[in-house]
């Protein structure tokens, strides 16, 4: 059995509104009501559910950007776990190259080690010469590839991945793709979210189920995939309110 | 090693920023010098010409209360919405908030201390050349750092939760300009009326400035002793603010 790396017992987190001037009257609303689920070294969990689920809130609290408001969450010391995402915090003045090291630094990595994997990002986003341009000159495909080169350098403990990224044109949505798939198979530990039963049960080795903020069932990804569209489907014989 | 991270955070988006300020509008720099000019100038025709006040302060008086005001007020509403502002990017990575005002405060102080190093070229050219009281000045600009970051990170803690703040910040400034000392000695008001006036931290510094740049005395020490206090005092319970907040600010951003 391989060691948990985060663990979450009972999460839950909750969004609080105020209305009106006075702030008087508040709504809570509990996006996760409560998940208990381990994330273990080398594994690449699933986590499946539909929109509105409380998938993404999960990823946050998995990356240590909100804490619950009940229930616990625990992780190894020093463990760098990131969210995977293209372009954060970049700076549309500065070039290719300054932007890979700040987003690198966003994502976790320290600018040593960004400016070490400058070459290899240069190389796979194809950028060429643009590289040193600001990246205010960049296509919306530029900045994607650059943002996805970056993304792959940073090598978090732990990689978050948000529905499966698929970036650029087709060419390099397959390169990209591939990247990501070698990662996986790899052995670096991954959580990956969806809506799509086949992407988890192709991709992942584990699978939580989530509904309405509730985790309500966790197993093999096939498994957990039937049972998920099953209800799917008999859910969709009512309309799905999101 | 992670403080290293943020560190270098602060730096390079620092040196983005002002990087983005000199190619994009070029008149950065300069607007930085004409806003507290203009000020001056206002007041000056104003108090000396169309009032008529004996009291009203010569040209370096203001000036130099100008350019000291500039540097807190910039600082406050330049930083106000970084947290709020930055609400897209901090729901994918984690950052302790402080980075974000941190940023804006250093890029502000940059520009500050251009603006201040042609102050004292132009106090010196006017007559005032510098004197041993001259010592203070680095005490001083670090205590006003102290009050600036103080009240800029507070006012930016608290943005996400009632964004109307940066009006009220802003109308706030305004007002607490005219008492300031700006553009009258403090000293020849009322005695009685001294003390209220000192409440007001900028009011503190201001004199003090000017006391070192144009008077070549040493400043006030029980007054700055008290407002170091206050400041550090203030700054503290700011710091433990944050970390109240660090891991949940992100729930109450709407963007």
């Known amino acids: ?242 | 090693m992670q403080w290293e991270r943020y560190r270098d955070i602060v730096f390079y988006r620092a040196y983005a920023e002002l990087k983005a300020e000199a190619q994009l509008n070029y008149m950065g720099y300069v607007w930085w010098l004409l806003e507290p000019l203009l000020n001056t100038v206002l007041f000056y025709v104003l108090l000396a010409f169309v009032l008529e006040q004996q009291t009203a302060g010569s040209v370096s008086f203001i000036l130099v209360g100008a350019i000291v005001w500039q540097w807190t007020s910039s600082c406050i509403l330049s930083s106000s919405g970084s947290i709020y502002d930055a609400g897209g990017m901090l729901k994918h990575v984690y950052l302790p908030k402080v980075v974000l005002p941190l940023i804006v405060l250093l890029t502000t102080t940059w520009k500050f201390l251009f603006v201040f190093l042609l102050l004292l070229i132009w106090v010196w050219a006017t007559g005032h050349p510098p004197t041993i009281s001259y010592v203070a000045i680095p005490l001083l600009l670090i205590l006003q750092m102290l009050v600036n970051g103080g009240v800029s990170l507070a006012v930016a803690a608290v943005m996400p939760y009632f964004p109307d703040a940066r009006i009220a910040v802003d109308a706030l400034l305004r007002s607490l300009m005219l008492v300031s000392g700006i553009f009258f000695p403090i000293e020849k008001l009322p005695a009685a009326y001294h003390f209220y006036f000192y409440l007001n931290p900028m009011a503190i510094l201001i004199q003090s400035y000017r006391d070192v740049l144009l008077d070549s005395r040493w400043p006030s020490w029980p007054l700055l002793g008290a407002l170091t206090a206050a400041a550090v005092v203030v700054l503290f319970l700011v710091l433990a603010l944050y970390r109240r907040i660090d891991r949940s600010v992100v729930k109450t951003i709407n963007r």
């Open chain 1, 1 to 242: 059995m391989s060691k948990s790396l985060i663990t979450l017992q009972e999460a839950g987190i909750c969004y609080r509104r105020s209305h009106g001037f006075f702030k008087g009257q508040r709504s809570e609303f509990w996006a996760l009501k409560s998940v208990s689920l381990e994330v273990k070294q080398g594994e690449t969990l699933g986590v499946l559910g539909r929109n509105g689920a409380g998938k993404s809130t999960l990823m946050r609290v998995l990356a240590g950007i909100i804490l619950p408001d009940r229930g616990s969450v625990h992780s190894q010391p020093g463990l760098r776990t990131t969210l995977l995402s293209i372009g954060v915090g970049s700076h549309s003045t500065l070039s290719g190259r300054q932007n890979a090291i700040l987003n690198g630094m966003m994502l976790g990595a320290s600018r040593k080690q960004m400016i070490a994997s400058l070459d290899r990002i240069k190389e796979f986003s194809e950028l060429g010469d643009f590289f040193e341009e600001p990246i205010y000159t960049y296509s919306s495909g530029m900045h994607a590839r650059l943002g996805f080169a970056t993304a792959m350098e940073v090598d978090p403990d732990i990689m978050l991945i948000d529905e499966m990224l698929s970036v650029g044109d087709s060419s390099f949505q397959k390169k990209s793709g591939d990247a990501l798939l070698e990662r996986l198979k790899s052995g670096k530990t991954a959580v990956l979210i969806s809506h799509d039963a086949g992407t988890i049960a192709r991709l992942c080795s584990r699978a939580v189920w989530i509904e309405d903020g509730v985790a309500v069932a966790s197993g093999a990804p096939d498994e957990i995939g039937q049972r998920y569209e099953e209800a799917m489907r008999q859910g969709h014989a009512s309309p799905v309110v999101e």
